[in-house]
């Protein structure tokens, strides 16, 4: 589904990414931990082109297209999303109308408004957002943890083929942590794919994933599977680090 | 995918001119011998062009501004102050000619009359072509007419009211609105009246290298309330045109008037106009305003609070586009115990567009616990914009609360990242922004309207085609 060949990217003249190479199939759910500075948020803007950070060498393949050069908003109508790990506020605009906007974007389709409605209720339900915040400005006078639920209950009604989660999971507590999970085990099938970027393991404590990559430096330095991640739980990233 | 940039938009129903047809055009220029034709073109009464005569002298004598836009441009001699349409005012849209009830249309006037309005008045160029009302409220005593006939009709209401809250020496333009005027709206509501569903005046100016200059005078009598709309619009010329209306509003003790204006001219308009209200015990007046066309604007509605415990609200818009100078903002006199003023200003400024918040804060020292809260905020779309916010305060008395909050913001690359993430293209991403930026304005606005300003602001988005 998703396969990065080879890329470096900067942020302005910083060099950050050092040669990622990442393949991810449909049906898998893959983490890439590394401590902080390792490059883990370039990966994923980079994904989306971010025009804040430049590709210099490699390719980004996605459903057998190269979209590496491909505009932003291109990108999510191909089925990427990437959940923010500090989401934008965008006053007067109510987080149902946002979305059904953004449905209406990335479908190129009309909104049922009603099955449409019926929807979102039912995953803010799911993910315990009230309903009056659906009625309210986009992230605006949103706590951390209403933020992060936000995010996911966008996946969710955006329905993308690849969701990247950047640090999806930091700042929660134990209970919205375990919210997050739900929502990600509610969006997952057999046709889809999950990338999600994070500096600790706690939500891998409720969340069974299939391959667990440690990036240090700009470089994936191991690929592993979730025993990966409990061995980075106990001993840290020092072993990975370049002497 | 390579972008073509467009110079201008396609204003498209606001841009279609009908031919420059008309019963009679006033020779260009300002005169005394051209004014005392208009006068007789119009019947005035002796009382009336008098003060025509009187307002030509003070205009002579006053200066243009010395602050604000450059308005060297204005040539009076290049304008024609009155032209007559091809018919005479009707309360029946089939009487109207084709041509001009076809522009209406499109402007969805006579629909809006139908479903949304209590009564409905359309001015094109020079005079009022149409005004009807509703039964019921004719019945209630309430007046709604254009206001030539308001000046045949009731004589005394109207002189003892006509340019007394606007004073013929306020400022040039008020000066030369007194001696060219014509056209505009009379309202009266009678005491206890409540008139729940809005009326509507649209002003439409369509001859070419001519001004607009409608009276519209309001009186809410004693405990009565009203929703007034205006609307105005004209198609695009080359040469500058000119619109100095005035407005004059007296709120009377324990009323309410809420007046709100959608200004969509072309953008070779120069838009002087004078809007004040006097407001009385108890009383309240509302302005909402959208300002999206003009060359340069230069609009400060007044609210004068000269009753105790009279309240006043502000919500204001301005959209500068390319070459736009839009200089608009508030003023507020405190003259009385317990008043309140809020205002709530934006403006929203793009391909080097200007806008400026001018405003006057004054309270005066027999205003002991009053109150005012002024919050202005600007959006910039890009880096050659401009947006400036000129307060004036003029505090006399220590018992008030008094607050000014001033932001002035950019559309940042992370919030179109973001927003792009979720499939909207860049121009999308920024109409969104826009958009929700005046949501807390448009939501004041009756919802045809809002609507219209929504598709005015993604009109006034729409820069690039793909």
Redesign the interface.
């Known amino acids: 589904m998703l396969e990065i060949k080879d890329l470096y990217v900067n942020a302005g003249e910083k060099e950050i990414l050092k040669g990622i190479n990442l393949k991810i199939n449909k049906g898998e759910i893959h983490v890439i931990m590394g401590p902080n500075g390792s490059g883990k948020t370039t990966t994923a803007n980079a994904i989306l082109n971010n025009p804040e950070y430049q590709k210099k060498q490699g390719s980004i393949i996605f459903e057998g297209k190269d979209i590496t050069e491909l505009k932003t908003d291109e990108i999510a109508r191909k089925g990427v999303f990437m959940s923010f790990q500090l989401p934008e506020e965008i006053p007067g605009v109510t987080v149902a109308n946002f979305l059904k906007y953004a449905k209406n974007k990335i479908t190129g389709k009309p909104v049922k408004v009603f099955q449409f409605k019926d929807e979102l209720k039912k995953y803010a339900n799911e993910l315990k957002i009230k309903e009056e915040t659906l009625e309210r400005s986009l992230n605006v006078g949103f706590s951390g943890g209403e933020k992060k639920k936000n995010e996911i209950l966008q996946m969710l009604v955006l329905n993308p083929k690849l969701a990247i989660l950047d640090e999806t999971d930091s700042g929660l507590d134990v209970d919205a942590i375990k919210t997050v999970s739900k929502g990600i085990e509610m969006f997952k099938n057999d046709e889809n794919g999950v990338l999600i970027i994070t500096h600790n393991t706690k939500i891998l404590h409720s969340l069974k994933v299939d391959y667990v990559h440690i990036l240090v430096d700009g470089k994936i330095v191991k690929t592993g599977t979730q025993e990966l991640a409990s061995e980075i739980e106990e001993n840290g990233y020092e072993k990975y680090r370049k002497g | 995918m390579s972008k073509t940039q467009i110079e201008d938009i396609n204003r498209n129903i606001y841009d279609i001119k009908n031919k420059d047809e008309y019963d009679y055009k006033i020779q260009k220029g300002l005169t005394k011998e051209i004014i005392e034709e208009l006068s007789k073109q119009k019947q005035d009464p002796d009382w009336m062009r008098e003060l025509r005569l009187k307002a030509l002298d003070v205009y002579n004598k006053l200066e243009l501004p010395t602050w604000g836009p450059d308005l060297s441009e204005l040539n009076m001699d290049e304008i024609a102050t009155y032209v007559r349409p091809k018919t005479k005012m009707s309360n029946n849209w089939d009487d109207v000619p084709d041509d001009i009830k076809e522009t209406f249309d499109k402007l969805g006037i006579p629909e809006a009359e139908k479903t949304s309005l209590a009564g409905v008045g359309a001015q094109y160029d020079s005079e009022v072509v149409y005004h009807s009302m509703k039964e019921e409220l004719i019945k209630q005593g309430v007046i709604y007419t254009d206001m030539e006939t308001a000046v045949h009709e009731y004589p005394e209401l109207v002189k003892e009211h006509f340019m007394k809250c606007v004073p013929v020496h306020d400022h040039k333009f008020v000066a030369l609105h007194g001696a060219v005027w014509s056209g505009g709206s009379f309202v009266y509501v009678p005491k206890g009246v409540k008139v729940d569903i809005p009326l509507q005046s649209y002003f439409r100016l369509n001859s070419p290298e001519s001004g607009q200059f409608e009276h519209t005078l309001i009186i809410v009598d004693e405990g009565a309330s009203l929703h007034f709309i205006e609307g105005c619009s004209a198609p695009k010329y080359n040469k500058v045109n000119l619109h100095a209306g005035c407005v004059e509003l007296y709120v009377k003790e324990n009323s309410y008037l809420r007046y709100s204006t959608i200004e969509n001219w072309s953008k070779n308009m120069l838009n002087l106009n004078t809007k004040k209200a006097i407001v009385g015990k108890n009383a309240q007046v509302d302005w909402v305003s959208g300002s999206f066309g003009s060359k340069i604007s230069m609009l400060y509605p007044m609210s004068i609070l000269n009753g105790e415990g009279s309240k006043t609200e502000f919500t204001g818009i301005s959209f500068a586009g390319k070459g736009q100078n839009l200089d608009n903002g508030f003023k507020v006199v405190h003259n009385a115990k317990n008043t309140s003023s809020v205002v709530n200003a934006k403006s929203i400024s793009k391909d080097g567009g200007t806008c400026t918040y001018r405003s006057l804060v004054r309270i005066s020292e027999n205003a002991k616990n009053s109150k005012s809260v002024v919050s202005c905020e600007s959006l910039m779309l890009d880096d050659i914009s401009k947006s400036d916010t000129i307060p004036v305060n003029d505090i006399r008395t220590d018992e008030v609360e008094f607050s000014h909050e001033a932001k002035i913001g950019k559309i940042?690359?992370?919030?179109i990242?973001?927003?792009?993430?979720?499939?909207?293209?860049?121009e999308?991403a920024k109409a969104?922004?826009v958009?929700?930026?005046?949501?807390?304005i448009s939501k004041e606005l009756p919802v045809e309207y809002a609507v219209e300003m929504n598709n005015l602001i993604n009109l006034e988005l729409e820069g690039a085609i793909g």
């Open positions: 940042s690359d992370k919030t990242f973001y927003l792009m993430s979720r499939g909207m293209s860049e999308d969104m922004i958009r929700g930026f005046a949501y807390p």
